[in-house]
């Protein structure tokens, strides 16, 4: 089993550590992330699907056959395979497990990562990375309230707290 890190950096990691070669280079730890149009701009649309063929193929032999699930034209994680930390975020939202989602999210989502010659791809993640650091301050300004209607003054502090370490220059969130 794979897990994908994305929250904090980017990252893949297995049972005994990341995978070598050409399996953890950028563009194919990129991949993981958004495909051909944001990785490859300058390439041509056959020129952009063998790069993309031989991505898979690489990912593949590294993490594992059944890792990457191929129907017609989309390809997506196969989670018995490969976890992965936004998936688990947004899950953990969805059902309202605030406390386990912001236990999950390790800080803005590929912090430090960059494909050089892929501008798309920079703003996809930069769009992501709002939309996930959004997220996450809901989660954690929601349990703070809840924290305060239950007269848990230390716990509401916490989560305060954190919040103002994510967003420090909002004043809003200082003075509570």
Known sequence: ????RFLGGADIQGAHGAPGGRAGQTRRVALLA?????LWP??????????????????????????????????RLNFEFV?????EFEAAVER????????????AFLDGFFVRDAPEFERWVESERRRLADYYA????QLAGEAEAAQDQPGAVGWWQ???????????????
């Not at 976890?83 to 998936?87: G, H, L, Q």
């Not at 809901?138 to 300004?141: I, P, T």
């Open 96 to 107: 309202g497990d605030l406390e386990s989602a912001v236990s999950v999210y390790a800080g």
């Open 83 to 87: 976890s992965c930390d936004v998936a």
């Open 42 to 75: 300058e390439a041509d649309a056959e020129r952009g699907r063998r790069l993309l063929s031989e991505s898979l193929y690489v990912l593949r032999k590294a993490l594992g056959a059944g890792a990457l699930v191929s129907e017609g034209d989309s390809i």
């Open 34 to 38: 958004k495909l051909i149009a944001y």
């Open 162 to 176: 954190r919040l103002v370490a994510h967003d420090p220059y909002n004043s809003r969130y200082s003075l509570r």
């Open 138 to 141: 809901k989660a954690l300004e």
């Open 1 to 4: 089993m794979f897990c994908l």
